[in-house]
């Protein structure tokens, strides 16, 4: 591949900088302990010693990628990394937050895809899951085991526990003082309770709404994961097609309500389209479920 760059070309100079920027990080995090146990486990740059042929070649292939991707420079790249990490940040910012800033997730489904790669959504997915963990813990005191966000959804996980214990109201929440989320070898989810005994200290205001702050977020993280992503066929007007969804809570309101929070089918196609105003699937056309 390197034969398909011209040394001389402005292109090839800029990704021959940025190569030597990176490499120079890469030494310079290898100081601590730490960084040579990473350098080491990813095996970046570790045989190429600088300004040599292997190094240039390396370039090269960097600049090949860059062209595939139509990236026209470094400081374009530069701009797409930092788009990324500002996302990251305002993310950590705004979840949780009952103002205007929840809504920023909407924002992050329109350009997301544009600025993240796979791998960095499914990473972000995580992240949003594991900060949904986070401020589950704090006025709920739902807590979940290390790293269980990786395979089960935090907020999945509350439902479930809201359902087999039939709770409706801010008040029936606020009763208990810890729900400890316990996951076994086989995978089988438990809750071990305690309960407030002492009727002053229990928070019966909100906490539903703390839940409902936290509903867009786990929308924007099942969306970015394809393993949340479910298939289901169906006939409308006579006409049957296969629609990818993922599963999404909503608050139901009503004198009516057996539950507070219903689980819907939300189209991903229609969701990046229009993450503000996006229908669900309507059930009475569902024929066939995880297609």
């Given amino acids: 591949m390197a034969s398909k760059i011209k040394k001389d070309s402005d292109f090839y100079?800029?990704?021959?900088?940025?190569?030597?920027?990176r490499y120079a990080i890469g030494l310079a995090g290898a100081k601590s302990e730490r960084g040579r146990e990473l350098l080491d486990s990813l095996g970046q740059f570790r045989d190429i010693e600088y300004d040599t042929p292997e190094f240039h070649a390396f370039a090269a292939e960097?600049?090949?990628?860059?062209?595939?991707?139509?990236?026209?420079?470094?400081?374009?790249?530069?701009?797409?990394?930092?788009?990324?990490?500002?996302?990251?940040?305002?993310?950590?910012?705004?979840?949780?937050?009952?103002?205007?800033?929840?809504?920023?997730?909407?924002?992050?489904?329109?350009?997301?895809?544009?600025?993240?790669?796979?791998?960095?959504?499914?990473?972000?997915?995580?992240?949003?899951?594991r900060e949904i963990a986070w401020h589950l813990s704090i006025p709920i005191h739902f807590h979940l085991p290390c790293e269980i966000e990786r395979l089960h959804d935090p907020v999945?996980?509350?439902?479930?526990?809201?359902?087999?214990?039939?709770?409706?109201?801010?008040?029936?929440?606020?009763?208990?003082?810890?729900?400890?989320?316990?996951?076994?070898?086989?995978?089988?989810i438990r809750y071990d309770t305690t309960i407030e005994e002492d009727e002053s200290k229990r928070m019966s205001i909100g906490l539903l709404?703390?839940?409902?702050?936290?509903?867009?977020?786990?929308?924007?993280?099942?969306?970015?994961?394809?393993?949340?992503?479910?298939?289901?066929?169906?006939?409308?007007?006579?006409?049957?097609?296969?629609?990818?969804?993922?599963?999404?809570?909503?608050?139901?309101?009503?004198?009516?309500?057996?539950?507070?929070?219903m689980l819907l089918k939300k189209p991903v196609l229609k969701y990046e389209q229009n993450p503000y105003l996006c229908a669900y699937v309507n059930e009475e056309y569902v024929v066939e479920d995880n297609v």
């Fill in 13 to 21: 100079q800029e990704s021959l900088i940025w190569m030597g920027y």
């Fill in 62 to 129: 960097i600049a090949n990628y860059l062209k595939r991707k139509k990236i026209k420079d470094v400081t374009d790249l530069s701009k797409r990394w930092m788009e990324g990490d500002m996302m990251w940040y305002s993310m950590h910012y705004a979840l949780g937050r009952q103002s205007y800033a929840s809504s920023h997730c909407h924002d992050i489904v329109r350009y997301g895809r544009e600025v993240l790669s796979p791998e960095r959504q499914e990473f972000m997915a995580y992240d949003i899951r």
């Fill in 209 to 261: 709404s703390e839940i409902d702050a936290l509903l867009p977020w786990d929308d924007l993280a099942k969306y970015f994961d394809p393993k949340m992503h479910k298939r289901c066929r169906v006939n409308y007007n006579g006409e049957e097609s296969v629609v990818e969804y993922f599963d999404s809570w909503e608050r139901e309101y009503g004198g009516h309500v057996t539950f507070p929070y």
């Fill in 156 to 188: 999945d996980l509350l439902m479930r526990f809201m359902k087999e214990n039939d709770i409706r109201t801010d008040e029936q929440l606020a009763k208990y003082k810890t729900i400890e989320v316990w996951e076994n070898q086989i995978g089988d």
